[in-house]
Each structure stands twice: as C-alpha cells, then as structure tokens.
C-alpha cells in the first residue's frame, strides 16, 4: 500500500526566511503528488501538484516542490516566508487506486515575525 | 462556482442522536470524497463516490457509519447512534476525474462535530 511521510510536524521559520517542508513517499508505481495547504477553520486547497512532467513544480503563493525519484521525495520550499503562510501542509498521493488520494500526517508552519 | 458546500458548518449533539452531515459536490464533478480529521489520526478518507456509486468505503469505521449519494449533487453522511469518539472535522471533497487520476479534489469547508 502507498504511503506519505511527512517529516516534522512542526516547522518554524522567521519571516523572510527559507521554508523546507520535507515529504516522502513509498511506491512502486511513479505516483501523483500533491501539496495541499489548509488555513484554520478551512478546506484544503491545492497548492501545486505533480504529473509526471517537470519535475519542478511551480505552485500558488511563491511554492514550489521538486520530485526526486531516487530520494522517493517532494519537498516543498519558498524562499522567503510570509507571515500569511502560517497554515498546516499536507502532502498527498495518486495514481496507485484510481481517485483516491493518501495524506501525510500534515505539518504546521508557524512564521515568526 | 460556489465551490463545495457541506452543512452544517457546526454540529453539536449528544451521545446517542443521530447526526447527518450534507455535501453538495462542484457541479459537473463525478468523484465524491468523505474525510474525516482528528488531531490522533489525522486526514483519513471514510469513502468515496464515482457518478453517485459508492467505490470504496474500507475507511468508514463502523456500521454506525452510513454514507449515500441519490444523485449528483447531493451527498449524506449519517452517523447513528453517534458517541463522542465521533467528534472531528468532516470534509466532502469532489474531483473531474474522467481518465486522468491527477486531477484535483476540491474539498470543503468542512462540518465541526462535536459530541457530548
């Protein structure tokens, strides 16, 4: 079974400084990979995702994530934090059972001003 | 597109009641999704439509867990009789996923349930 892991919980960062939210995933189909972001009190929403192209992904809000097949990885990274991307992360993926998604566990992002 | 809408955005009932959460996926979407969110166990999926045919519903916990979908824009997801271990965020997600299984789920704001 497919599986994602997203590592740290917890991430905190100064404004204006390097996000790196670290995520992995074990299969042994080349899967689809999704980052979803969700503020308090709200759905998730797609931040960027993953199709067998490219393999740096530009999303929304200035985030981007490279896959790396050989690391089994897609990090999520921006290079300087906002103060308005304090939100918890999910990574996610497909293609293994067809329109079923697997999460990670999410990590929250708190950004220090 | 007014996007996903689930009601209602906040239940608070008592052990034992029957609770009944509503979903009205994005018109036009044939994947219907059920979740549900706790701090334990994170975002799990409880089951999931394809044009209003369940297709998987191994996440759905228990028999006091029922879900339907009568037609295309109209989901329910029932508990009965509920217990506080029920207590959790439950997101309803669509997707377009005709023969492309990237596509994305849109999910909704989400209904807070609480059980006393």
């Known amino acids: 079974a497919q599986s994602v892991t997203q590592l740290g919980s917890h991430v905190s960062v100064s404004e204006g400084a390097l996000v790196l939210l670290r995520c992995n995933y074990s299969s042994s189909v080349p899967p689809y990979l999704f980052w979803y972001v969700q503020y308090p009190n709200q759905g998730l929403q797609l931040l960027l995702k993953?199709?067998?192209?490219?393999?740096l992904v530009k999303g929304i809000n200035g985030f981007e994530a490279e896959f790396k097949k050989s690391e089994t990885s897609f990090h999520l990274t921006k290079p300087s934090a906002h103060m308005s991307d304090a939100a918890e992360y999910f990574c996610?993926?497909?293609?293994?059972?067809?329109?079923?998604?697997?999460f990670g566990q999410g990590t929250i992002l708190t950004v220090h001003p | 597109d007014a996007g996903v809408i689930q009601s209602p955005r906040h239940e608070v009932t008592e052990m034992g009641q029957e609770v009944t959460l509503r979903c009205k996926p994005i018109s036009g979407h044939d994947y219907l999704f059920w979740y549900r969110q706790t701090m334990m166990r994170g975002l799990e999926l409880l089951i999931y439509f394809n044009n209003n045919v369940p297709i998987d519903d191994s996440g759905m916990p228990e028999d006091r867990f029922s879900a339907k979908m009568p037609n295309a824009s109209f989901s329910t997801l029932k508990i009965q009789p509920s217990e506080p271990r029920d207590s959790a965020v439950y997101f309803c997600?669509?997707?377009?996923?005709?023969?492309?299984?990237?596509?994305?789920?849109?999910f909704g704001p989400g209904t807070r349930l609480t059980v006393l």
């Open positions: 993953y199709t067998s192209a490219a393999t």
């Open positions: 996610s993926a497909g293609g293994t059972s067809y329109g079923k998604l697997t």
């Open positions: 997600a669509s997707s377009f996923t005709s023969v492309n299984p990237t596509d994305t789920q849109y």
